[in-house]
């Protein structure tokens, strides 16, 4: 179909012939045809029978011209119309059949004409005249302007036989022209308007199923795209179903709490994680809609609400809370996050996690931090205590050598001085030893040598060592023993164990400046208690760990008045630890203190 032709809503024609621009004009004709065939070849049948009935009015009316008159009607008007039937029948019919119609017409039209010539002044013919005109106008479907052009060239005709052939009266032409210019002004005009209604109809058809083309194109158009979107609405839809289970996934599976509310702090969303702690804790069953606030205990209600506020006045952060369980403590860390829809905080969501193992890792950092500031300060501090302890003798041994050399001295003098160099000497001796032991034990170089020890031998030993010195501070120096049937001789380390104890009788001494000191030990099965009892200045008890510790004293800023590199009760400690024992002091600042350890033992 040529839609272009027939874009216009308004129906283009000529106002005479009718005819549309040419393309529709085909369009119009071929349609016109189809729809007229078959009235075409009633209108032809009907009218050839009539042509021929009207033969028997021949007979009656003028039965000396019958013969011609059925000449007229037999033998050229009515085979004329059956060739044309016949044609109508073939393809060529719709190229010419408004010729041949024209031609039947003209021809009817024409025979008719004839017999009223034969008595011009009987009307009876004119009659069929009339029969013939509407015929042609209004029967036969010969187009308007093809009809009109029959109608008129009749008229022609008769007028044309009517004055020169049969020289008929003038009032006989004049009231025919009458008559048949009358009939074909009203068959024009009747069809003229027909074939302009069938053309307007034809046109709003035409318009009708073009619209009808677009419309199902567009329907054509539309319902690809809505499978289109259907089919993106379907992608997407998997799309959202597989990330939202992945999400669930996730949220469901981790151990951390999860969970969101609204404006009114009611729940939209809660995972188990965060479900099953709560009901731990609290012996609530959160659901989504439950009010979380009115869900706490009372004394949490306050501090959770102003942090959900601060999530709805959309702030976003962090806080950590210690909680104490059954378990002991426990650390959680919980992110608040504002929940936006159209640039408004519609509620908030949740993060919680347990966050004590990370805690306490960060604690015992610090802890490890700060003890190894503190070894750091202690070994420096032990660096400047024993460049003290060394250089302090080291300065007697010189400065009195130098002054042996001096030939006045008396042998009074002389006795003294050595007797400081040999002190210095043995001080030094001391230290260097002590050196030695807390890197030997340091480097784990320290053997152990079990060999048999009597433990009487060892009391009294100790006891005649330190008599002396302890006599000439003022101090009571008493050991006590077990009553016992026999020695007591046991196996282990003996040099070691003659350290401790000396260690520990010399600290006690030490740190008295008046009183008593008892050691001695108790006699337990398999085990040895020994103690070192003194009324001395005593022991702080945030220090009474501590002086077990290397290169520490009870006091490092009091410490100078008392010599010492802070090592013996390391040594000691290590020591008796090596042999299995444990070392621990019982004391109270200036009241005294008592050492204890434990050894055991085989017999
Ligand atoms: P030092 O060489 O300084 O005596 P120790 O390791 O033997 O080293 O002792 C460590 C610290 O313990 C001492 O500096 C002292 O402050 C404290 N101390 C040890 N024994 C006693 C005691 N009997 N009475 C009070 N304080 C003591």
Request: with cysteine; aromatic share 14%; charged share 25%.
């Amino acid at each position: 179909m040529e839609k272009s032709e027939i874009k216009s809503s308004e129906m283009i024609y000529n106002k005479i012939t009718l005819s549309f621009p040419e393309q529709i004009e085909k369009l119009f004709r071929t349609k016109y045809y189809i729809d007229s065939i078959a009235q075409v070849r009633i209108a032809l049948l009907l009218v050839m029978f009539l042509y021929g009935m009207f033969g028997i009015l021949d007979s009656m009316i003028f039965p000396q011209y019958a013969h011609y008159f059925f000449a007229i009607r037999f033998f050229v008007v009515i085979p004329l119309s059956i060739v044309v039937i016949l044609l109508s029948y073939t393809k060529v019919f719709q190229k010419v059949w408004q010729f041949l119609l024209l031609v039947c017409f003209i021809v009817g039209g024409s025979g008719i004409i004839a017999m009223t010539m034969f008595e011009p002044e009987n009307y009876a013919y004119y009659a069929g005249m009339m029969l013939v005109i509407f015929s042609g106008y209004l029967f036969l479907k010969i187009r308007f302007f093809v009809a009109a052009i029959g109608g008129w060239s009749m008229i022609l005709i008769f007028n044309l036989i009517a004055l020169f052939y049969v020289k008929a009266s003038s009032i006989v032409i004049i009231s025919n022209n009458f008559f048949f210019v009358s009939a074909n002004l009203v068959g024009m005009f009747a069809a003229y308007f027909m074939e302009l209604k069938i053309r307007q109809n034809f046109f709003l058809n035409q318009k009708l199923d073009e619209e009808k083309v677009t419309v199902e194109e567009l329907n054509v158009d539309l319902e690809k795209k809505i499978e289109k979107r259907t089919k993106e609405l379907i992608e997407s839809k998997n799309i959202a179903e597989e990330v939202s289970a992945n999400i669930a996934a996730i949220i469901e599976g981790t151990f951390e709490s999860i969970w969101a509310f609204d404006t009114g702090f009611r729940i939209l969303y809660i995972n188990q994680t965060f479900q099953r702690e709560f009901f731990e804790s609290f012996g609530v069953r959160l659901e989504p809609g439950v009010n979380l606030i009115e869900s706490l205990p009372e004394p949490l209600q306050a501090i959770w609400k102003s942090r959900y506020d601060r999530v709805l006045e959309n702030e976003q952060f962090t806080v950590e809370d210690a909680v104490q369980t059954e378990g002991g403590i426990v650390y959680i860390q919980v992110g608040f996050n504002p929940i936006i829809r159209q640039g408004k905080v519609v509620g908030g969501s949740c993060f919680g996690r347990d966050i004590t193992f990370k805690k306490l890792a960060e604690l015992e950092i610090i802890e490890a931090k700060e003890k190894a500031e503190e070894s750091d300060r202690l070994k420096s501090a032990f660096l400047a205590n024993m460049s003290h302890e060394i250089r302090t003798p080291m300065n007697g041994i010189l400065g009195f050598s130098e002054l042996l050399k001096e030939p006045s001295l008396s042998g009074e003098e002389q006795r003294q001085y050595i007797e400081i160099i040999e002190k210095s000497g043995n001080r030094m001796l001391g230290i260097i030893n002590d050196i030695v032991d807390i890197s030997k034990i340091e480097a784990g170089l320290m053997e152990i040598n079990i060999e048999k020890v009597d433990i009487k031998h060892l009391i009294d030993y100790v006891f005649s060592f330190f008599k002396l010195e302890a006599e000439s501070k003022g101090l009571k120096l008493s050991a006590v023993e077990p009553e016992l049937k026999q020695p007591l001789i046991i196996k282990t380390d003996r040099e070691k164990l003659y350290a401790v104890l000396i260690n520990l009788v010399k600290n006690a001494i030490k740190y008295t400046d008046d009183g008593s000191i008892e050691f001695g030990y108790e006699y337990d099965r398999l085990k040895l208690k020994f103690f070192v009892k003194d009324t001395g200045i005593g022991i702080a008890d945030n220090r009474q760990k501590a002086i077990f510790e290397r290169f520490i004293q009870a006091d490092l800023i009091n410490k100078m008045p008392h010599q010492g590199a802070g090592l013996g009760l390391s040594i000691s400690k290590a020591f008796i630890e090596m042999l299995d024992g444990d070392i621990w002091v019982e004391s109270a600042e200036d009241e005294g203190s008592t050492f204890f350890f434990l050894l055991p033992f085989k017999v």
